[in-house]
């Protein structure tokens, strides 16, 4: 089982930059891949990033192409997610995932949520 704390969320400005971190507890954390998914208002949960479990490979949902990047620590047992040129539009709380094997893009594919970290992007 793996139990994920998300971290870094806060107020910005647009156009600012923020970091969230997931720390991940468990020894195998390298045996899951790892995906950051948001939550507006109103809106279902969305996924954002995804990373398989060696960080070689990664995926993205358009919005956030270019401005956005995940990355992982497995020494550490931290993935990250570095937001630049933030909108307002990017306002949600930010989940991150985990899934035992293969990357995945779905949210019912993720085996393991954090509780989440809320991100506001002022205008």
């Known amino acids: 089982q793996v139990q994920l704390v998300e971290s870094g969320g806060g107020l910005v400005q647009a156009g600012d930059s923020l970091r969230l971190s997931c720390a991940a507890s468990g020894r195998t954390f390298s045996s899951y891949a790892m995906g950051w998914f948001r939550q507006a208002p109103g809106k279902e949960r969305e996924f954002v990033a995804a990373i398989n479990r060696s960080g070689s490979s990664t995926g993205y949902t358009d919005s956030v192409k270019g401005r956005f990047t995940i990355s992982r620590d497995n020494a550490q047992n931290t993935v990250y997610l570095q937001m630049n040129s933030l909108k307002p539009k990017d306002t949600a709380v930010y989940y991150c995932?985990?899934?035992?094997?293969?990357?995945?893009?779905?949210?019912?594919?993720?085996?393991?949520w954090g509780k989440g970290t809320l991100v506001t992007v002022s205008s």
């Open positions: 995932a985990a899934r035992l094997g293969p990357m995945g893009y779905d949210r019912n594919a993720m085996d393991y």
